[in-house]
């Protein structure tokens, strides 16, 4: 139903008639055609935009970013440059004349006349004053915004402050912390006796990794930011444990002008040993402020340490960036001139070891 049906007119129904020569030909047509509108593209390509061999087109089209617009387009600012002098409050956060710039990032160097790190960067201190000396350092910062701006607008500036190697930009954090007149250490993850279990990080110095492997990741670490004068240690009471591990990065710390600043937070470290061997500079750690977290636990910890400091006339403590660490600290610290001490940077009691082990 609805078909329409043939006449009879005696000629072979259209379906049963052998096909015509075009009909044969049309398929090789077509793809004649197609080949020639292929070579013909190909040739205006080749003659207006120049040939992959030759390597340089005749026409050159600009691609525009996805933010880029007809309009002229404004330039973001400048990231902070170490190619020139730059200091903060009048405190030194990067002097080119100390720093090498690698593949890697800005890396600490010896400058001229024997211009180091570890006393460019450096806080002052009265090297008159024969007071008991009591150095204070605060580590694990710059990992957390609102701790890290807590402790640097909280603490006063002898105290030391340590940073981590890790986030977007940790030198907005060292810039704030050089600004208000504080001492700066890089803390290097190091490998912890349960690593994995606890691990320091990316990059972290491993027992197991060869010597060039460690360094490699050393000058990753520092040069993640300028303006510290030393290096302490993120962890790591397995590689202080293991001279052959700790050697090679003191004495790399130290040909780039650097001091190392051992917690002793692990009574196997031998990185005294080491830093006599390298020739480095270093200073250990007399006691740990705030292994329990409490107010009157860090308090009694802070007499201890005036005591270490009369006895044997210095004493160095270390604290986290806990909220009731930093507060206990600060009310300490506003009292201790007044008990007889005198606060200054974990520099000033760093020396390169001869044998003697007190500043």
């Keep these: 139903m609805g078909e329409t049906t043939p006449t009879n007119s005696g000629a072979a129904p259209a379906a049963m008639r052998p096909p015509g020569l075009l009909v044969q030909l049309r398929p090789v047509a077509y793809a004649f055609a197609t080949l020639w509108i292929s070579l013909t593209a190909g040739m205006i390509a080749v003659t207006t935009f120049g040939s992959a061999l030759d390597g340089v087109p005749a026409v050159s089209i600009p691609l525009l970013s996805e933010s880029s617009s007809t309009e002229e387009s404004v330039e973001p600012p400048p990231a902070k440059s170490f190619l020139g002098a730059r200091s903060l409050a009048g405190?030194?956060?990067a002097d080119p004349e100390l720093?090498?710039?690698?593949?890697?990032?800005?890396?600490?160097?010896?400058?001229?006349?024997?211009?180091?790190a570890r006393t460019a960067y450096a806080r002052p201190f009265d090297k008159n004053d024969n007071r008991p000396k009591i150095a204070i350092i605060v580590g694990g910062l710059g990992v957390g915004a609102s701790v890290?701006?807590?402790a640097i607008k909280t603490l006063p500036p002898?105290?030391?402050l340590g940073y981590v190697p890790f986030g977007g930009n940790p030198q907005i954090d060292v810039d704030r912390a050089r600004e208000t007149g504080h001492e700066v250490l890089l803390e290097v993850p190091m490998e912890p006796f349960d690593f994995p279990s606890s691990d320091p990080g990316p990059h972290a110095l491993l027992t197991g990794a060869p010597a060039e492997e460690n360094i490699k990741r050393f000058r990753w670490a520092l040069s993640r930011f300028t303006g510290y004068a030393g290096f302490t240690h993120l962890l790591g009471a397995r590689f202080l444990s293991e001279t052959s591990a700790i050697e090679p990065i003191l004495q790399e710390g130290a040909e780039r002008g650097l001091y190392f600043f051992d917690s002793g937070t692990s009574a196997r470290s031998l990185a005294l040993t080491a830093a006599r061997h390298a020739n480095a500079a270093i200073t250990t750690g007399t006691l740990i402020l705030d292994e329990v977290l409490s107010a009157a636990a860090i308090d009694d910890k802070l007499v201890r340490l005036e005591a270490q400091a009369r006895s044997n006339g210095f004493a160095i403590g270390t604290g986290s960036p806990s909220p009731v660490t930093v507060l206990r600290i600060a009310e300490w610290a506003a009292a201790a001139n007044e008990r007889g001490?005198?606060?200054?940077?974990?520099?000033?009691?760093?020396?390169?070891?001869?044998?003697a082990t007190s500043p």
């Design 158 to 160: 002898a105290i030391t």
């Design 341 to 355: 001490f005198h606060l200054v940077p974990v520099s000033a009691l760093a020396q390169k070891q001869n044998g």
């Design 99 to 116: 720093i090498e710039d690698s593949l890697e990032g800005p890396l600490p160097k010896r400058g001229p006349e024997g211009r180091e």
């Design 91 to 93: 405190h030194l956060v």
């Design 148 to 150: 890290t701006e807590t």
